[in-house]
């Protein structure tokens, strides 16, 4: 089983992060903030990655330390699980819709930290949820996953079904790239030898 667990302790957050990649897409979250914990299930449930997250914050000021912390110590905890990636898939991507909505993400657990993120929502707020957030969680998790990861928003009218469509996409590519390829079995999936660093 390729599990690690993560605590990051700061002035402005407290954060622990239980991830199982080889798990069944059971999540329990406490951070404070429901609607980016509702993002979170998507990716466990459709990664079929668990997850379990205790996050405690700073929310009397906003949200953003919060959620920028739970990215870094995700992206912790993940590297941590996913080893030395020998056997693996490497790559990942998923088109996923929600009605309107259609977003694609694609990822390669390179070693190398790269994000492009493209998706202009249709409104700032969704309930009380500030959408400039998702990006601090993105690049937080991928510096620190050290991971390449494109996230494109082809379209959407419903910032919601946008931001869904994005998760739900990064739970399908991160469940691909994980994958045991048994045809790479022992190997790393590098001309370089090493997808670390």
């Not at 379990?52 to 990215?71: P, R, Y």
């Amino acid at each position: 089983m390729r599990q690690a667990t993560v605590t990051r302790n700061t002035l402005e957050t407290q954060i622990t992060v239980s991830v199982n990649l080889d798990g069944s897409g059971q999540s329990r979250f406490d951070t404070g903030v429901p609607f980016f914990e509702h993002m979170l299930d998507q990716i466990a449930r459709h990664g079929l990655i668990d997850l379990d997250i205790k996050a405690v914050g700073d929310l009397h000021i906003d949200a953003h330390h919060t959620v920028e912390d739970v990215g870094i110590t995700l992206g912790q905890a993940f590297a941590k699980a996913v080893g030395d990636k020998k056997g693996i898939r490497r790559y990942g991507h998923a088109y996923v819709p929600l009605d309107e909505a259609l977003s694609r993400v694609v990822v390669d657990l390179s070693g190398r930290p790269c994000l492009e993120y493209d998706c202009e929502y249709t409104r700032a707020m969704i309930g009380g949820f500030d959408v400039d957030l998702f990006g601090e969680f993105f690049r937080g998790f991928v510096n620190h996953a050290a991971i390449s990861l494109h996230i494109d928003n082809l379209k959407g009218k419903n910032a919601h079904h946008q931001a869904e469509t994005i998760f739900k996409a990064l739970g399908r590519a991160l469940r691909m790239a994980v994958e045991h390829d048994e045809r790479m079995a022992g190997i790393t999936p590098s001309t370089k030898g090493t997808l670390v660093g």
